[in-house]
């Protein structure tokens, strides 16, 4: 029985001594980390610096096809600050002195369809078709946008389909 008296005595004093422990590491943390007014005087270029943490590089700088979100921070950072817009939610400049915005239609030139004139569904057809079109509207409609219409040589797609 004196082992048992012994062992039962340390764990006693270990739970005794503990939370003491524990209360002046508590106090001596309390008084040790500065306060947010103190934490500029050591070091004033905190005020003038903003540091902003990332996952890594960008890997690419076109905001349509940036995946990740390194690439989209950084096209974020680019490319909002060279335009905005405006009250009535039109593009206005910022960095930028002129711009461009573009897109790109293609058409399948189907023959089996005829176009709205009876004509059948050809490349010349459908750019014949467009050009009278534009050339009507007067620059009323959307048509009078368009820049250039142009024919693309034909090509084959093949696909190897599984079951």
Partial sequence: MPEREGHTMGVKRILIILPTLVTLLLLQSYFWVPTYENQVKGNPDRLT????????????????LSADSA??????????GLIDYDENLDYRGRLATSWQIYEEAFFFANPAFTLPNGEPA???????????????SQGESF???????????PTTVRRAVSL
């Fill in 49 to 64: 610096q903003f540091i902003e943490a990332s996952i890594g590089d960008a890997a690419i700088l076109n905001p349509i």
């Fill in 71 to 80: 690439s989209s921070d950084i096209n974020s950072l680019v490319f909002e």
């Fill in 122 to 136: 050809r490349a010349a057809a459908i750019v014949r078709f467009l050009e009278q079109a534009k050339a009507t």
């Fill in 143 to 153: 048509l009078s946008n368009i820049q250039a219409l142009r024919t693309l040589p």
